[in-house]
């Protein structure tokens, strides 16, 4: 039981250290790719407990806010995956350019749904976010793909593109 207990110390130690000594590039692509339903342990340790977190959904102002937003976003997802393509860091400031693959079954009859956006993350100096914010097209992510809303949003942006 000794050596149970040591070695679930080791891991968690271990962990802490790794989050703590990655830079800023590294611990986004860590986190992002590693958060998951079962693991919104890694909010704490990636967020500032005072962080400020806006998307199109809306605005979060700490780290319990978001653990649950994602827990509400990540119960119903059967895989996501975040492709970086850029990284422009300034400071403490890093914004970066991403691909998201997103596969549930509420959307899209469970087929993948692809979408295009960019974080702008600002560390505090002990490394945790402090602020947040992400830019994405709220249509093609989910009113796209919901049945009669996504026909009318679809009609809407060709109408748009045609004039």
């Not at 806006?54 to 319990?64: M, Q, R, Y």
């Not at 649950?68 to 300034?90: A, C, L, P, T, W």
């Not at 403490?92 to 087929?111: F, I, P, Q, R, Y």
């Not at 602020?131 to 996504?150: C, K, N, Q, S, T």
Request: proline fraction near 2%; charged fraction near 25%; avoid cysteine.
């Amino acid at each position: 039981m000794n050596y149970l207990l040591f070695f679930l110390l080791l891991i968690t130690t271990g962990f802490t250290q790794t989050m703590n000594t990655l830079g800023h590039k590294d611990k986004i692509i860590y986190f992002f790719e590693n958060l998951t339903k079962e693991k919104l342990h890694l909010v704490t340790e990636f967020y500032h407990p005072q962080v400020k977190f806006i998307d199109p959904v809306g605005t979060l102002d700490s780290a319990e806010k978001i653990k649950r937003y994602y827990e509400g976003m990540y119960k119903n997802v059967n895989k996501i995956k975040f492709d970086f393509s850029e990284f422009h860091e300034s400071g403490k400031t890093v914004v970066a350019v991403w691909t998201m693959t997103l596969e549930t079954d509420k959307l899209n009859s469970g087929e993948p749904i692809k979408v295009d956006g960019n974080s702008v993350i600002t560390f505090d100096d002990e490394g945790k976010s402090i602020y947040h914010r992400d830019y994405f097209d709220m249509g093609a992510f989910v009113y796209e793909h919901i049945p009669m809303l996504g026909f009318v949003v679809k009609k809407i942006k060709n109408r748009m593109k045609s004039e």
